[in-house]
């Protein structure tokens, strides 16, 4: 799983070590395969192997007591960590000295009031939370009690049709709302007759236990949002902010012109990577005295279209032979290996932990080395027992082999700190050369050299 594009604060960005899992948590241990290879995996498509991961590291790593129901959607906890961190960082924009408490609703909150539950252990947040399922308000309920967060966590009971309008109270003041909303349209999928036996769209990171409505809805995600915006005008004075999460891109366009309609003074979007999932994140307000800040997206400009970067993990162990391991020092070896293949290079990013650079081959200098460099010997060989006239036609005809005036290469390179004991390097194709394949015969090169004294 790719998991360096996640929110920077998001504890998953170390994905979690299942072998260490199985070791601790039964009910996960029962979940969990050994590979080939020795590394311990889980089928994601199994809904009651991703509920277990989940409820695990509720309990591991937010000291949460949580019990899903077998029928209803699995949080997935890198997802749900990403939408409130930034929820969190632009919170921290609007208003820096929070000093005062913080008060969120929660439309929809599922099966264990997700959001509300992990904002109120790690950052002490209150939330009132609305939820239209009987199943889930109970679970969600419960939840409350088993971890004894009543005092921050009110849940209303409402119904499908309705939104905030009576459903929070008007007279007091709220930060924000969260909302992930069901995604599908309820007249597009499903049984169109008793004989057709068109399944939900299985939601994998759900493990495919979600209920009907609380993944589908009338109209989609974009009807949804719609109704809630309605409402937004009106409730302008006790909410401060409105955020939404989306599950699909196309819903941006449309609910920003929505939002443009009916008024809103300043918007911003974002997207949610974690893995092979991604997400849109749309915040706005009705506040003249407010503007929802723009954040830096964490994901590459460049990856948004184009292919998923190589990834290689540089680890402490590895490395301990060069000494200590850190972004810096990795990253002037990284320097060393480039400029002895000719590479021209401009850095991009300059910090302690975080490192970019773009760099740019004119000739390809990397690939075959070792058949080259026999070639080169062999040259020079015979270009000592050759007469002077030959002697320039070989040279000429080896500079050929390696010259290319057409080609240019171009790519990006990210250093990171994962955690204390490991560097990930990433490297992105941008364009020319052979495309990736370049790309993957440079980063073998770095894999056989970058250890070297
Ligand atoms: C996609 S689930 C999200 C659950 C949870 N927030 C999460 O992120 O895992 C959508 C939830 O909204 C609930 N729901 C649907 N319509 C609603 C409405 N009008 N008001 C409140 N909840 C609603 C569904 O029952 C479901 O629990």
Redesign the pocket.
């Known amino acids: 799983m790719n998991s360096s594009f996640m929110h920077p604060r998001n504890p998953y960005r170390t994905p979690p070590d299942f072998k260490e899992l199985a070791l601790k948590f039964p009910e996960f241990r029962k979940h969990a395969k050994q590979k080939l290879t020795g590394k311990i995996e889980i089928d994601f498509k199994d809904a009651a192997a991703v509920r277990a991961l989940s409820t695990v590291l509720l309990k591991r790593d937010f000291n949460l007591d949580v019990e899903l129901p077998p029928d209803?959607?699995?949080?997935t906890l890198p997802l749900?960590l990403n939408y409130l961190l930034w929820v969190e960082d632009l919170l921290q924009q609007v208003n820096p000295v929070s000093e005062q408490i913080v008060h969120g609703i929660?439309?929809?909150?599922?099966?264990c009031?997700?959001?509300p539950i992990l904002a109120a252990r790690m950052k002490g947040w209150h939330f009132t939370a609305?939820?239209?399922?009987e199943t889930?308000y109970k679970c969600s309920l419960e939840t409350l009690e088993r971890n004894c967060l009543q005092s921050h966590v009110t849940i209303v009971k409402?119904?499908?049709?309705?939104?905030l309008h009576g459903?929070i109270d008007n007279s007091r003041k709220y930060d924000f709302t969260?909302?992930?909303?069901?995604?599908f349209d309820s007249d597009s999928f499903g049984p169109k007759s008793r004989s057709d036996k068109r399944p939900l769209p299985m939601c994998p990171k759900s493990g495919g236990s979600?209920?009907t409505?609380?993944?589908a809805?009338k109209g989609g995600e974009v009807k949804?949002i719609e109704?809630l915006i309605k409402e937004c005008q009106e409730l302008k004075s006790c909410v401060r902010m409105f955020t939404t999460?989306l599950g699909h891109k196309s819903s941006l366009a449309p609910i920003i012109l929505l939002l443009k309609e009916a008024g809103a003074s300043s918007w911003s979007e974002t997207e949610f990577c974690q893995g092979r999932t991604t997400r849109w994140g749309l915040a706005w307000t009705f506040c003249d005295d407010l503007t929802v800040p723009k954040l830096p997206q964490i994901r590459p400009k460049n990856n948004g279209k184009g292919p998923p970067p190589l990834n290689y993990v540089i680890s402490d162990e590895r490395w301990s032979n060069k000494g200590d391991l850190s972004v810096a020092c990795v990253l002037m070896k990284i320097l060393e290996l480039l400029n002895s293949l000719k590479m021209e290079i401009r850095k991009i990013k300059d910090k302690k932990d975080k490192k970019a650079i773009e760099f740019v081959a004119r000739e390809n200098t990397w690939s075959n080395q070792r058949r080259k460099q026999r070639e080169g010997k062999r040259n020079s060989d015979q270009a000592c027992e050759q007469p002077e006239s030959k002697r320039a036609k070989i040279d000429g005809c080896s500079l050929e082999l390696q010259k290319d005036q057409n080609f240019c290469l171009k790519g990006l390179l990210l250093l990171e700190e994962t955690n204390t004991e490991s560097i990930q390097l990433q490297m992105y194709w941008i364009e020319g050369g052979s495309g990736r394949e370049s790309i993957n015969q440079i980063l073998q090169y770095m894999k056989n050299h970058l250890f070297e004294k």
Do not use: H, K, Q, W
């Open positions: 209803r959607l699995v949080p749900r929660d439309i929809g909150t599922g099966a009031c997700i959001y609305t939820e239209a399922d889930n409402v119904t499908a049709e309705s939104m459903n969260m909302c992930n909303p069901p995604f979600a209920s409505t609380e993944i809805v949804f109704n999460m």
